[in-house]
Structure formats: C-alpha cells, structure tokens
C-alpha cells in the first residue's frame, strides 16, 4: 500500500470498539484515508505513514492527486 496512494475506505471516522479515547472529531463527518502515497512530504514521508494500519481522517467532498481506491472483496 505504501508509494502508490492513500486508499479512500468507506468507513467514517469512529473510536475503534473498545477504545475510550474520545475526539470531536468523531462522527459522520470525516471518512478515512489509509497507507501512504507517492506525493508524501516533509513528516508524511516518514515511514510510520506507509502501514496499511494508519488512518488518517479527510472530509468526503475533499481529495488529494495522490488519493484513490482499492476494489476488494
């Protein structure tokens, strides 16, 4: 997943079950961004970026040239 683009999922961006960490963001808000890209910059080419477990949070109307999806089934 790492170097091609972060991967749009359709999850929206909630706690994981079981967590007790809380954030206003929370919500059906924001969808979830995971991995990493080609167009990382400055602390997003660090490679804690490119595991597929990291999840970052976008708006859906929002997008980025390195963004995409990934069919799976």
Not at 26 to 36: E, M, N, P, S
């Amino acid at each position: 997943m790492a170097g091609n683009v972060w991967e749009w999922t359709a999850d929206w961006y909630q706690p994981y079950p079981g967590s007790t960490y809380q954030s206003k963001d929370f919500g059906q808000k924001f969808k979830i961004l995971r991995g990493a890209s080609w167009g990382g910059t400055g602390h997003y080419a660090l490679p804690l970026f490119y595991r597929s477990a990291h999840r970052f949070y976008i708006a859906p109307e929002d997008g980025f040239a390195d963004a995409g999806m990934r069919c799976a089934k």
